[in-house]
């Protein structure tokens, strides 16, 4: 998930001219010029806000865009800690995928979650001088996005979702991806199984047959909603996603569909990277962008011998 450096892609070619060289420099870093709603207006770009559900909430919810940008953290999500962090870290932008609120809160006081007042997130964002920009449901539609599950897990994607958006094809929901074989042989739910625990690092939950034989898969990050039973409808052998209701599991999986739950933080963790990258398309510098740590919210713990 780390970010690269603008002069370590690669092919770049390297510039030669003094000129290259002087906008190269430290002076040069130090001259970034861009405001919060730039900024906004920058992704807005890449995530259109027509791109995302009625119901969720796109772009700046808290913030003044005329004010220029120090440096952007990102992070999951928009919690009150997240906020601190990025303000100890000199940034005054915090970029997530989850938005601080659906519903508009209704009380405003400095508790460290929502759960103790519903705006306490507006309040530490507002008290530490830190905007908050997310980008939910059009960057899970986007192009940038699709492309995460299935090149983490091997998938070839083709370019179809199980949910396409009816204003683009190549935007939806539901990656469709051809699971590759393994000498000659179709792979197995057992053996994609242990390759999400190899990659994500927690064991997935899994509904299915270890050994059933695998060529078509759909990946979906977060909540899978109607993404499964679109994907049984597709005729797919597994849905691999972030989450899904254990009654909506157990009938796909008696129906044929396997499902594979990475959990939902752990699915869309990924994302953090596509908004980072986003930031470097939209001219914020890498030593400008702070990534922020949230893989280990929740644990498990040690099985135990009574």
Same mark, same amino acid.
């Given at each position: 998930?780390?970010?690269?450096? +603008? ?7 390297? +510039? +030669? @001219?003094?000129?290259s060289?002087r906008?190269?420099?430290? #002076?040069a ?13 920058? #992704?807005?770009?890449e995530?259109p806000?027509? @791109? ?22 990102v992070?999951l999500?928009p $919690?009150v ?28 006081a ?5 759960a ?17 920009m997310?980008?939910? $449901?059009? #960057? ?20 179809k979702f ?7 094809r ?12 393994? @000498? ?12 999400? $625990? ?11 047959a ?8 759909v990946?979906c990050?977060?909540?899978?909603a ?18 899904? +209701? ?8 008696r ?8 959990g ?5 963790l ?6 980072a990258?986003? #930031? ?9 962008i ?17």
């Amino acid at each position: 998930m780390g970010l690269f450096n +603008k002069g370590e892609r690669a092919g770049a070619p390297v +510039k +030669k @001219d003094a000129l290259s060289r002087r906008g190269a420099s430290e #002076l040069a870093k130090k001259s970034f010029s861009l405001t919060i709603g730039a900024l906004e207006q920058a #992704l807005l770009k890449e995530f259109p806000a027509e @791109d995302a559900e009625s119901w969720d909430r796109t772009g700046l919810l808290v913030g003044e865009r005329g004010l220029p940008v120090t440096k952007v953290a990102v992070a999951l999500d928009p $919690t009150v800690q997240a906020i601190e962090e990025a303000a100890q870290a000199g940034a005054n932008v915090l970029l997530t995928h989850h938005p601080a609120y659906l519903a508009a809160p209704d009380t405003f006081a400095p508790e460290p979650s929502p759960a103790l007042s519903a705006g306490a997130v507006v309040w530490a964002a507002i008290r530490h001088q830190v905007a908050l920009m997310d980008f939910h $449901t059009a #960057l899970d539609v986007s192009p940038l996005a699709a492309r995460v599950l299935p090149g983490m897990l091997g998938l070839k994607f083709t370019g179809k979702f199980a949910e396409p958006l009816s204003s683009s094809r190549r935007k939806g929901y539901g990656q469709i991806c051809e699971v590759p074989a393994v @000498d000659g042989a179709p792979e197995t739910l057992g053996r994609l199984a242990a390759r999400c $625990t190899a990659v994500f690092g927690r064991a997935p939950r899994v509904w299915g047959a270890p050994d059933a034989p695998l060529r078509c898969a759909v990946t979906c990050t977060g909540s899978a909603a109607d993404t499964g039973a679109a994907a049984l409808a597709l005729g797919a052998d597994v849905v691999v996603c972030g989450e899904m +209701k254990y009654h909506a599991a157990l009938e796909l999986s008696r129906a044929g569909l396997a499902v594979i739950e990475l959990g939902h933080d752990g699915s869309e963790l990924p994302l953090v990277a596509v908004l980072a990258e986003a #930031l470097d398309k939209a001219g914020v510098p890498a030593d400008a962008i702070v990534l922020i740590d949230q893989s280990e919210n929740w644990w498990y713990p040690e099985a135990v011998r009574v």
